[in-house]
């Protein structure tokens, strides 16, 4: 079992920036491929960024491309995401997801990100 837990989500103006952090317990993570995802209110969720168990391979959705940059530090066991240039359509419950395939994948809880216009 791995449990994650994000932080670091808040209030922040339109052009602000905030860095959320997801750390794991119970197992290690370095084996496993990490993600940030989000869900507005009303909408689905869905994918923002993604990194490869060795960090060498990341994604990033195109609304978040040149603004948000995914990063690890597998001896900490936790996976960040630096968020600048925030639009209030950042706004949303990010959540953190870690995945090794073969049905092992893992929630965080979330936390809120609210950016005002």
């Known amino acids: 079992q791995v449990q994650l837990v994000e932080s670091g989500g808040g209030l922040v103006q339109a052009g602000g920036s905030l860095r959320l952090s997801c750390a794991a317990s119970g197992r290690t993570i370095s084996n496993y491929g990490m993600g940030w995802f989000r869900q507005a209110a009303g909408k689905e969720r869905d994918s923002v960024a993604a990194i490869s168990w060795g960090g060498d391979n990341t994604y990033y959705a195109d609304s978040v491309k040149g603004r948000f940059t995914i990063s690890r530090d597998n001896a900490k066991n936790t996976v960040y995401l630096q968020m600048n240039s925030l639009k209030p359509e950042d706004t949303a419950v990010y959540y953190c997801?870690?995945?090794?395939?073969?049905?092992?994948?893992?929630w965080g809880q979330g936390t809120q990100v609210t950016v005002s216009s």
């Open positions: 997801r870690a995945d090794r395939g073969l049905g092992y994948v893992y």
